[in-house]
């Protein structure tokens, strides 16, 4: 097994809703993230988890909240987002020399 | 701190060889990669390179030099498939993706 799975693919919330974005990886990578971009922008990094343990958080807001119940799996849950939040969030693993991202999910937050 | 550039944009034709560079500052570095982004989709992997010297995969290949902390992607036989975005990201010391701005690659009949 050599990729990423996200889902949901496209997720449509108000903001008032709970909602949780699902990421898996079963290449043994250690190392997990959470990006998210807009539009003709780069990726831009929120969460890092190595080792099952959040050792990034880019200064993400807490309505973004995430969780690593283990090694294979990442969550991202979401509260009372705003519309500005509408991106497409990317899930990826890592470990030296290799890389890999999920085909992410589309948010649109109304 | 860590730095990456790459040029905006790019055009060039069908059928020919397109290089774009990436140059980069940092303290700490586990390897280069370069990902290719269609619009709309996530990135996809095409190279990566931690050791000096030249990496071919058929129609692509991609540079380091890391004395000159430079990297550059080679397209050959262009298709218009290939019109996307081209994102250089550098692995840091704690083996965490640092991205450029990414190349927006506009091939031309």
């Known amino acids: 097994d050599t990729e990423v799975t996200q889902t949901p693919k496209h997720l449509v919330m108000g903001m008032t809703n709970k909602k949780s974005l699902k990421c898996e990886q079963h290449?043994?990578?250690?190392?997990m993230y959470w990006y998210k971009q807009k539009a003709k922008k780069p990726p831009e990094l929120m969460f890092v988890?190595?080792?099952?343990?959040?050792?990034i958080n880019e200064s993400v807001p807490s309505r973004f909240s995430p969780e690593c119940p283990n090694s294979s799996l990442l969550n991202l849950h979401l509260h009372a987002l705003q519309p500005e939040d509408s991106a497409l969030y990317l899930c990826a693993s890592s470990q030296e020399g290799q890389g890999a991202f999920g085909p992410g999910t589309r948010l649109t937050v109304t | 701190g860590q730095n990456i550039d790459q040029p905006t944009e790019m055009t060039a034709t069908e059928g020919a060889i397109v290089q774009i560079n990436c140059t980069y500052q940092t303290s700490g570095f586990n390897g280069l990669f370069w990902y290719q982004q269609h619009a709309g989709e996530a990135p996809t992997f095409l190279s990566y390179?931690?050791l000096d010297g030249l990496e071919e995969k058929g129609r692509f290949s991609s540079f380091l030099s890391r004395s000159k902390g430079y990297s550059y992607l080679l397209l050959k036989e262009l298709q218009m498939k290939d019109s996307a975005s081209y994102l250089c990201?550098?692995?840091?010391?704690?083996?965490?993706?640092?991205w450029g701005a990414g190349t927006k690659l506009i091939i031309k009949p």
């Open positions: 990201a550098l692995m840091d010391s704690n083996y965490q993706l640092i």
């Open positions: 290449m043994g990578h250690r190392a």
């Open positions: 390179n931690v």
């Open positions: 988890y190595s080792y099952e343990k959040l050792s």
